[in-house]
């Protein structure tokens, strides 16, 4: 965790003097619940705030299998609503193929996620954008349970890899780091709040974008 801290801080104060940094309050509500044994759906709504209000919508919906206690693939569809720099509201689709891998050791839990993004119908010229566009991205997490207490402190890294063929791709174009916690509310409601930064790889131009995140969950029995 300590190694973590301070390189979140190292980026952090790398940019501090960037006028390019960018700031945005992503809010998001949703629901999960079994279909079958071993099936599992979930649906939520998502918004995205930044310097020019609401930038980013989308509703997303999704189904995950358990193959084991470990192994969880699953599959999600989001319809995209996104402000692009010409302050014009376009859409797009995008389907995420996910294989989640989790560990529970003593108080810890470990996850590994392996995600490829396909997007398509997009109405924008814009240029690359790995947040929106194909992608394939490895994200790890590790979680502690603080005995006694409602709270779940975790951290988490993300590459992105963009797989298209291009003047400077394939490769890595972003790299994602999160702190934060969960908290276990009464009954099946939880919360989670944290901070994230994203740095691109490759335009020095580009500063930092932070990221203020706030998630809540209802799990239906």
């Known amino acids: 965790m300590r190694s973590f801290i301070i390189i979140i801080l190292f980026?952090?104060?790398?940019?501090s003097y960037s006028q390019n940094d960018d700031y945005m309050l992503w809010l998001k509500a949703g629901a999960k619940g079994k279909v079958v044994k071993n099936l599992s759906w979930s649906g939520e709504l998502n918004g995205r705030i930044g310097s020019y209000?609401?930038?980013?919508?989308f509703p997303q919906v999704g189904l995950e299998y358990k193959v084991t206690k470990w192994f969880r693939p699953s599959i999600e569809y989001r319809f995209l609503i996104d402000r692009n720099k010409y302050g014009n509201y376009k859409a797009s689709s995008r389907i995420n193929f996910n294989t989640s891998f989790k560990k529970s050791l003593n108080d810890f839990d470990f996850g590994l996620r392996l995600r490829y993004q396909y997007a398509f119908n997009s109405l924008s010229a814009q240029s690359y954008n790995s947040d929106f566009d194909k992608a394939f991205r490895f994200k790890g997490q590790v979680d502690y349970k603080i005995d006694g207490t409602?709270?779940?402190?975790?951290?988490s890294g993300e590459m992105f890899f963009d797989p298209q063929y291009g003047p400077t791709t394939p490769g890595f174009t972003k790299l994602r780091m999160a702190i934060g916690t969960k908290i276990n509310l009464t009954g099946p409601n939880s919360l989670s709040v944290k901070y994230q930064f994203d740095k691109k790889f490759r335009n020095d131009s580009d500063g930092l974008?932070?990221?203020v995140s706030v998630s809540y969950a209802y799990r239906f029995k």
């Open 150 to 155: 409602i709270f779940s402190p975790g951290m």
């Open 209 to 211: 974008r932070h990221v």
């Open 11 to 15: 980026f952090v104060s790398a940019s």
């Open 53 to 57: 209000g609401l930038e980013t919508f």
